[in-house]
């Protein structure tokens, strides 16, 4: 077996020591790192992080490494890739025997998840869950998250206890506060981290003896110092405003004494027709129907992989959007273009649900307690993920094997590769599609008000800023632009 490489050793000690781990684990980290680039150059698996990983868990699970071996693995490779440049040619490859210009963050536009598995594969396939997801604050939707190897350790380091019980306390606090308002998992990650980088500035102060003065140096300290931007600025400024009146209660002053960044008028990016054409040319299955449906229904990410089969109606050529941003719903009209494509996909779902139910499966995840009041809605087709993911999740605390939907990370790796083989000139990501939904619709001549509904806009104002380039001038029926 091959040494680790002076260049990448050096790096991954630095992360290490930064992190302040035990020394103990670090050993452990570096015992497992090394094993993953001897398996990565024996095996050469495919250019995805995710897949690589999820491969590396299953060579060790049938070498019968105990579960607590194969989450101290993830996290090892974990932080490895952490260390790594993001978009730059990768020392492990080479160093473990690749060719050189081989990158380890190019796309899985290749990968395909294999929807007819044999029953063995799920089991070899299964992830296992770390956290509880009975904990404060937590869900189900954060349980199966906290199931991709590092995504826990990354989104969910602010339930790490601190020197500060007071602060800890106060973290509690606000998961539980979020969990009550039936806030999203986003709002609680990015609240609870900026409360942790709030505490870490006042050295941890005891937060009985916070006032507005500590908010205003803080925000300075992010604009002057740190150099933030206009948005960055005031989502701490958010953050730090709910700390304030819904965990300490108390009074946060005036607000005009608080420095607030003046955002500045952004333009979305907009792709033409061409251009997405190009990007689908260069994605695999599920990620190009998830392309197609950002863009031929002008839904969110997690909009689109958060679809279960119900909210499909092929009858009427309608989509329901369920507990959408905000918790609205809406229906868009569903694109005739892809209509064969999304019922060969409904048919590969049949194929699996009855796969997982032969195989014992526990069922999908449910939000909420929708579980408690229909006890077998997650066995039932009609609750089942239409973009499902490949491998089963279990659950740590009654060892059931349930099924989550495709993570958003698969779609996002996926089109950066789609993005750069098209050679496009734009700065694009998954929300460009709904931009371009809602622009193409403008040039199209609907109305605006139309848009604003089958975006799911709470005010016409947010959808006026697609009136950029092309104003709206007759009304038209509903329909989607990849029929035009």
Same mark, same amino acid.
């Given at each position: 077996m091959l040494p680790i490489p002076d260049e990448i050793l050096k790096s991954y000690n630095a992360l290490l020591a930064k992190k302040a781990l035990p020394q103990e684990f670090r050993t452990d980290c570096r015992k497992w790192l090394r094993y993953f680039l001897d398996f990565r150059a024996k095996y050469r698996p495919p250019d995805s992080r995710s897949e690589q990983v999820r491969l590396y868990i299953e060579k060790l699970r049938s070498k019968g490494q105990s579960d607590r071996h194969l989450n101290d693995a993830a996290q090892a490779i974990s932080l490895f890739f952490s260390s790594q440049p993001k978009a730059t040619p990768s020392l492990v490859m080479r160093g473990s025997g690749e060719p050189p210009g081989t990158t380890a963050a190019s796309s899985p536009a290749s990968r395909k998840s294999d929807m007819s598995a044999s029953t063995a594969v799920y089991q070899a396939a299964v992830v296992h869950a770390?956290?509880?997801?009975?904990?404060?604050?937590?869900?189900?939707?954060?349980?199966?998250?906290?199931?991709?190897?590092?995504?826990?350790?990354d989104e969910m380091r602010f339930r790490v206890k601190t020197a500060s019980p007071e602060w800890d306390g106060i973290i509690e606090k606000l998961e539980a506060e979020i969990a009550t308002r039936h806030y999203a998992r986003k709002t609680l990650?990015?609240?609870?981290?900026?409360?942790?980088?709030?505490?870490?500035?006042?050295?941890?102060?005891?937060?009985?003896?916070?006032?507005?003065?500590?908010?205003?140096?803080?925000?300075?300290?992010?604009?002057?110092?740190?150099?933030?931007?206009?948005?960055?600025?005031?989502?701490?400024?958010? $953050?730090?405003?709910?700390?304030?009146?819904?965990?300490?209660?108390?009074?946060? *002053?005036?607000?005009?004494?608080?420095?607030?960044?003046?955002?500045?008028?952004?333009?979305?990016?907009?792709?033409t027709r061409s251009e997405i054409d190009a990007v689908l040319k260069h994605l695999a299955k599920p990620q190009d129907l998830v392309v197609k449906l950002l863009y031929g229904c002008g839904l969110r990410i997690f909009e689109c992989l958060k679809l279960r089969v119900?909210?499909?109606?092929?009858?009427? *050529?309608?989509?329901?959007?369920?507990d959408g941003k *905000?918790?609205?719903?809406?229906?868009?009209?569903?694109?005739?273009?892809?209509?064969?494509?999304?019922?060969?996909?409904?048919?590969?779902?049949t194929r699996l649900h009855d796969e997982d139910c032969a195989a014992g499966y526990a069922g999908v995840f449910l939000d909420d307690l929708l579980e408690k009041k229909?006890?077998?809605?997650?066995?039932?087709?009609?609750?089942?993920?239409?973009?499902?993911? $490949?491998?089963?999740?279990?659950?740590?605390?009654? *060892?059931?094997?349930?099924?989550?939907?495709?993570?958003?990370?698969?779609?996002?790796?996926?089109?950066?590769? $789609?993005?750069?083989?098209?050679r496009l000139k734009k700065r694009v990501t998954c929300h460009t599609f709904r931009h371009s939904f809602a622009t193409h619709l403008l040039q199209a001549n609907y109305d605006i008000r139309t848009i604003q509904e089958m975006l799911g806009h709470a005010d016409v104002r947010t959808t006026m800023i697609y009136t950029h380039c092309v104003p709206s001038k007759t009304m038209k029926e509903r329909k989607s632009p990849l029929d035009f």
């Open positions: 770390e956290g509880p997801a009975s904990s404060a604050g937590a869900t189900t939707e954060t349980a199966a998250k906290s199931a991709r190897p590092g995504r826990r350790y990650v990015t609240y609870a981290n900026w409360t942790r980088k709030f505490q870490h500035f006042l050295k941890d102060k005891p937060p009985a003896r916070l006032s507005p003065e500590e908010v205003k140096a803080y925000l300075t300290y992010l604009a002057v110092n740190c150099k933030v931007a206009a948005s960055t600025q005031n989502q701490a400024f958010n $953050a730090i405003l709910f700390l304030y009146r819904h965990i300490l209660k108390k009074d946060f *002053g005036e607000h005009k004494d608080i420095p607030r960044a003046k955002r500045s008028n952004y333009i979305p990016v907009v792709l119900q909210n499909f109606n092929f009858d009427e *050529g309608i989509l329901t959007i369920q *905000g918790k609205k719903s809406r229906t868009v009209p569903i694109p005739r273009t892809i209509m064969p494509e999304l019922t060969a996909q409904m048919e590969r779902i229909y006890r077998n809605a997650p066995k039932e087709f009609i609750w089942q993920w239409f973009f499902p993911q $490949a491998s089963l999740t279990k659950v740590r605390e009654t *060892g059931e094997l349930r099924r989550y939907h495709l993570h958003e990370t698969d779609v996002q790796e996926a089109l950066y590769g $789609a993005v750069r083989k098209a």
